[in-house]
Nanobody, 116 residues
């Protein structure tokens, strides 16, 4: 099992909601930031949301107002609550964590499909 393990993906109808989870195998205090990226078929991987250690949050314009990133230190988990999902949100979602050395760690990805 890797450093980061995602879960929570699936098939949902447009307008529906999903919550993704990213569980870390060590304290998330050890990361400079954690976040979510996504990659749709034939497209490059793109930023979705990040949450640095100061607790601030950053979102891509395409998901602002619909997605919320949060974390639970005790559970060593970062979440992505996705509401009002659209077909264009269909992608593989990846969790990322950056360590102080500057290296990035990625999860294995979880598929989100928005379709009627």
């Amino acid at each position: 099992q890797g450093l980061l393990v995602e879960s929570g993906g699936g098939l949902v109808q447009p307008g529906g909601s999903l919550r993704l989870s990213c569980a870390a195998s060590r304290s998330i205090f050890s990361f400079n930031f954690m976040g979510w990226y996504r990659q749709a078929p034939g497209k490059e991987r793109e930023l979705v949301a990040t949450i640095p250690m100061d607790g601030s949050t950053n979102y891509a314009d395409a998901v602002k107002g619909r997605f919320t990133i949060s974390r639970d230190h005790a559970k060593r988990t970062v979440y992505l609550q996705m509401n009002s999902l659209k077909p264009e949100d269909t992608a593989v979602y990846y969790c990322i964590a950056r360590v102080p050395s500057g290296d990035n760690y990625w999860g294995q990805g979880t598929q989100v499909t928005v379709s009627s």
